[in-house]
């Protein structure tokens, strides 16, 4: 079974660079893409971008001037920078295989001073 | 951005009843390669979402054949034969045929 594991910082300050990491287990990152999807608290769901085990990436247009994705296939982890925050980007941050086909558990990421 | 809409916002059900979900799109999600990308997930209180449904009616692993997808073009269905409280939850549609992907509103699935 898939496994997907986000992990980094809680707490960051505006106007700078939030840093994730999903760790996958269970299979490997090669082949697929890979998901990061964000949901303010209390709200709906919102898809940040993706890459592709190759490096090939896609990004939301309404993020893309801020939203870096990349990948390390040797370690099987792919990573989000999201650089200029604001407190809109409070959110819990998923990572997610594909469409959403398997999920992390979510990290909630808080932009305050 | 296509615009998914769900209704109704909050469903009330009776254990063991019937539930039904719809969910429009402001465009056809007929994709070039003749598939329908749309996807179904369900997110119980303080979990992930998990998809039950992808590509209008395939039911992934593991999910109960009480929830079964329909529909096509703009016009789509999530519907649950006999809820069980298990199935609590907010309910989201999605489509990804078209960049980005985006969510419908959800729809709050609850026990009267």
Redesign the interface.
Known sequence: QVQLQESGPGLVKPSETLSLTCTVSGGSISSYYWSWIRQPPGK????I?YIYYSGST?Y???LKSRVTISVDTSKNQFSLKLSSVTAADTAVY?CARG???Y????TLVTVSS | DVVMTQSPLSLPVTLGQPASISCRSSQSLVYSDGNTYLNWFQQRPGQSPRRLIYKVSNRDSGVPDRFSGSGSGTDFTLKISRVEAEDVGVYYCMQGTHWPPTFGGGTKVEIK
Request: proline share 6%; charged share 5%.
């Open positions: 709906g769901l919102e898809w971008g896609n939301n247009p309404s998923y469409h959403g086909q999920w992390g558990q979510g």
